[in-house]
Structure formats: C-alpha cells, structure tokens
C-alpha cells in the first residue's frame, strides 16, 4: 500500500485515508501478482540494502538478501586493515549491484578514504542495467566498459570518461562523497578470456595519476552454490520468479564446465577460482607486469559449512606457491566466517597474484583467522 501512495515507509500511510479509484486498482493488481508468489521486491523494482536506499531490482535478478550485508562488512574491514587505500573492488556476479555497491560507498562514507572504485562483471544484461541504474541513484560516476557488440569506439570513450572522473574526483566537494566512486560495468561470461581481459584492462586504468597504486582488486563474489536436489525445497517466489543461472551452482552454461564431477553446488566456485581468478591474474601480469608478488583478498559467500569446508580443503592444491606449474594467481590463508544466524558461510582467502605471462584460459568465441 505505501509503495502505491508513493510513501517510503508503510508507517508513512494515513490508516483513515481514503483510497482514489485509480489507487485501488493499482493496489488490486499487485497484490495478484504477490498472490502469484512474486517476489516483493521485483513488484515494488526496488529494495534496501545495508546503508543504500531504495536500490532498483529488476525481475530475474536475485532480491539482494540481508545474509550478503555481512559479505560487505568482511570486505569493509579488509578495506580498513589490509591496506586497501583507496580500494578496487572487483564484484563477481554482481546481480543489482547491491554487495559491490555498498562496499565503495561505505569505504568512502564511513571510513573516509578519499576515492573507491569498482569493476561490476555480469553475464546477464538485466544486471549490468540495474548495477548502472543504481550506481547513477547513488551518484556515482558509472560508465559500461564491455558488452557483447559493443564497438572499440564506445569502448575508448567510456575509458576515457571514466579516467577523466577519477581525475576530477579531488576537486569534487567534500559533501558529495559518492562522487569520488567511480564504477565500470562488464558484461560478459567470467570464465571466458574476453571478460577476463576487460577486468585486468580497466585495472590497468587506475594508475597513481589516479590516486591508486595499480595493486590487484579486492574480489567479492555471491556465486550460485545450490544444488539440484535442494530444489524442491525452494520457495515458489526463488525457484519461479529468480534467474536460475545465479542459484543453481553446477548448472552448465557457457564454458561454465563441472569441477570434479560432483553435483554439490560448487561447480561455479571451483571453476572461478581455478580458472577466472587465474585469467584475470595473467591478463594483469601481461598489461601492467609488477616485480614478485601482489596481495589481495577474496570473499565469497557459499551455502553453509559444509560447502566452506569443501572449497578451504580443495583450494590450496589449486596454487600452491611452492609449485612453479600452478596458475598465476595463488589462493593462500583460507578462513571462514559466521553469518547472522551464526551459521558458518562465508570463506575469506589471500590472492597471490604473480607477476607472470602464463597463457590466459582457453575460449570458444575452520572460523575466522586471528
């Protein structure tokens, strides 16, 4: 009802109020469709999230889930501590842009560094127009970098009008500070060289004439971890009415292929961290090559314990620093973290990042460490 009467809050609504013809029409026809089992965020298009209000959500995408809030506060923390100053963030699947979003918002509004940055990658396009849309509601500086048919003219400009934002962004006032974040959309497959190049490209952009030190990107990903058989159990509103691709961890999609053979939901999780994290790493190592090695942080948000534990047993044989065969990003320092409920589901890792020219993947075109 207040989403009908324009009022932001329900409380916002005057019970004795009566209702315009055209209101109780408008009223009539969304409450069938969450009748239906519609989400009500895909019938309002918009939502909250940690600090951000009023956030567009357009159906399929997933409805941003106050779970991921503690997956920004794991990341804002690293911010705070790990020397990201400012912070690149690279969001992963980044959906409304919600996780993303709030985690350069909140490094600029709440613990005051001067700029941020984030490199937002979604195959789906519903996505990188919500990630666009709010980013602009925010007023941040956004620009589409990569899109599939988008020509290398268009590519340039946006290039360069975001080069330009970070420039201005010392002479932006003081009070304005969602100004001083700067936001590059890609559209496209992770797993694919392609998308993998775009992220390292826009990395490469953020020199220090920028105010950034060209490290590697703070990694923070919501990947699809449900498995088939938990699908009976869903929801009507989630199975019928949320994008499959970014629920269902071993669904095939892409050059998305099953890691290990087994159908536990980690399939997308396995093949971003052997294959995505490692393009994107020789993708850097090949544009902007560096002396040793460059430290950033991962976070991802999975299904629960069990499947934290899997990926923490799994990962390190994965990049082993001792071993000069594995790929060129190192997966090191595995922890994991416990959500509202106080349920173990988030995994925190170090990225090694190599200063290495090994060939980019093939393309068909515990508790929290002390």
């Known amino acids: 009802m207040a989403h009908v009467l324009g009022k932001s809050h329900f409380s916002a609504v005057d019970p004795s109020a009566t209702l315009s013809r055209a209101h109780a029409t408008e009223f009539r026809r969304l409450a069938q469709r969450r009748l239906s089992h519609e989400p009500i965020q895909h019938i309002m298009q918009s939502w909250d999230f940690r600090q951000l209000r009023d956030l567009t959500v357009l159906a399929p995408l997933l409805v941003p889930r106050p779970e991921t809030e ?6 804002l923390y690293s911010v705070e501590h790990d020397a990201f100053d400012p912070p690149l963030v690279l969001d992963i699947g980044c959906g409304t842009g919600a996780a993303g979003l709030a985690l350069v918002a909140a490094a600029v509004a709440e613990k005051g560094l001067p700029r941020a940055a984030l490199i937002a990658v979604d195959s789906n396009a519903a996505a990188c127009a919500a990630t666009l849309m709010n980013a602009k509601k925010l007023g941040m500086h956004c620009e589409l970098l990569h899109a599939p048919g988008m020509g290398n003219a268009a590519r340039a400009a ?9 420039q201005d962004a010392d002479s932006v006032v003081r009070g304005a500070k969602n100004a001083r974040v700067c936001v590059a959309i890609i559209q496209g497959d992770i797993m694919r060289r392609s998308t993998q190049k775009a992220v390292a490209e826009v990395s490469a952009l953020l020199t220090p004439e920028q105010g950034f030190a060209g490290g590697a990107p703070l990694v923070v990903c919501n990947p699809p971890y449900i498995t088939a058989a938990e699908a009976d159990d869903l929801d009507d509103t989630v199975l019928a009415h949320e994008d499959h691709l970014a629920l269902f961890g071993d669904l095939q999609c892409g050059s998305l292929v ?15 961290l052997r294959t995505a994290l490692p393009g994107i790493g020789a993708a850097m190592a090949e544009l902007a090559p560096r002396h040793g090695m460059t430290k950033s942080k991962l976070y991802l948000e999975l299904g629960g314990a069990e499947q934290v534990t899997q990926i923490r047993r799994e990962a390190p044989a994965w990049g082993r620093m001792d071993d000069p065969d594995t790929t060129p990003s190192k997966i090191a320092n595995l922890g994991c973290h416990r959500d509202l409920q106080q349920e173990i589901r988030f995994l925190e890792a170090d990225l090694l990042w190599e200063d290495a020219h090994a060939p980019l993947a093939a393309e068909d075109d515990g508790e929290s460490r002390s």
């Open 70 to 75: 503690t997956l920004v506060d794991l990341a």
């Open 158 to 166: 946006a290039k360069h009008a975001l080069c330009d934002a970070f």
């Open 258 to 272: 099953s890691g290990g053979g087994a159908e536990d939901g980690l399939s997308f999780t396995r093949a971003l």
